[in-house]
């Protein structure tokens, strides 16, 4: 029986195959109606689309550098309506930090490696330079390091310039630590270096004495099936004589620490916020430049995966301070605690326009007309929305950050500041003040 129903089956089949009528052919296409048109990249983007830094000139809003995880450099002149690669020709693709020295946007510092220590991460080869505003550029050294954090630059004397090296992911190297340059970056001096295994999370520099500047450091080593990242050795060390020396700072901060941002309110010096991988708490503020911290939060949502988004920012304009969740953009609000925070799926490029306070999020940040603003990177999404003061941008993909991101830095740029009293009364944000 089920011999003959088959059999009806290949029947059937064969006379509609015979039935069904012979294909057109189509006529050759003229390739020729193709000449004006160019090629453009639709991915991949789960790995190589992260946005590492972004950097923007002070008065010149048309100006912007991105850093991508895999990428290199990219920069556009006119607002983010045209994007060039410009630094193609080096044989590093993965930026770790950005600097343009304060006063001359033309002479650009790049540190190469991502310092987001991901299984996926990439590797760099040290710090280049560019003294004509990317066209050309210079290895300045530091190969080893792999991984570079974050490079400050001294507002008063720019030739001094220091270097975070967070150094190898996968294992031990001496190569790691602060590094200072009193000639620009020809020659470089190991000024911070606790051992081997210990590198530079994240630097920050005091605006209106120099000579004070702070750098976290941090034990971290991944392996193919686990990583490690936290020691009691690691910390928050503080130089108060342009680097030359430095002392650790433990009063009110823990003892066991992972992962570690420091920053420096500018309105503010004496403010110091620790935004810290610990089981004691995970934000932690000082009013005396970092001699005694207290805990202000210990909402564990600030760091989330520690080693990938403990990092933040605090505004030009206010004491204020923001950082990073895979789950939104999280602001404090006056006094430190967190009370709200910016929804936002975790496969989505957010970048609110007009906010003063951002973070990098472990992908991006744009630094514009001296104030930052967040971006939270990741893979898809396509809605927006808009509360009473603040609008969101959504990429659908990451490799699309760059031409959404120029649409959000003119409206940034367009709409200015948010007054704190109207980022209050939204619906969606709160800020910190000191």
Known sequence: MMVVFLACLFSASLAQTKASPAR????????????????????????????????????????????????????TEDGGITWQPIFDDQPIASIGDIALEPGNPDVIYVGTGESNTRNSVSFGNGVYKSTDGGRTWKHCGLADTERISRIVINPRRPEMVYVGALGHAFGPNKERGVFMSTDGGETWKKVLYLDDRHGVADMDIDVENPHILYAALWH?????????????????????????????LTRGLPKLIGRISVKVAPSNPKVVYAMTESKEGTLFRSDDRGENFRLVSRD????????????????QRMRTASMPSPLGFLC?????????????????IIMPSGLTPSTRAGYGRVRMEGSLFPTIGGRAGNTSTTSASLSFIKCMRITDCLSIMSAAVSKIMAHGMLPVEAARRSASSTMIGG
């Open 220 to 248: 971290f080593e991944r392996k193919p099936w686990t990583f490690r990242s936290g020691s009691e050795e690691g910390g928050i060390w503080r130089s108060v004589d342009g680097g030359r020396s430095w002392t650790k």
């Open 24 to 75: 057109k052919a189509f006529p050759a296409m003229d390739v020729t109606l193709f000449k004006n048109l160019s090629w453009r990249n639709i991915g991949p983007a789960i790995m190589v689309g992260r946005v590492t830094d972004i950097e923007g000139v002070p008065g010149n809003p048309n100006i912007v550098y991105v850093g991508s995880a895999s990428g290199g450099v990219w920069k």
């Open 332 to 348: 404090p609000s006056m006094g430190g605690r967190l009370s709200s925070r910016f929804p936002a799926p975790p496969t989505s």
């Open 300 to 315: 564990v949502e600030i760091i989330s995966r520690g080693f990938y988004y403990t990092d933040m920012r605090s505004t």
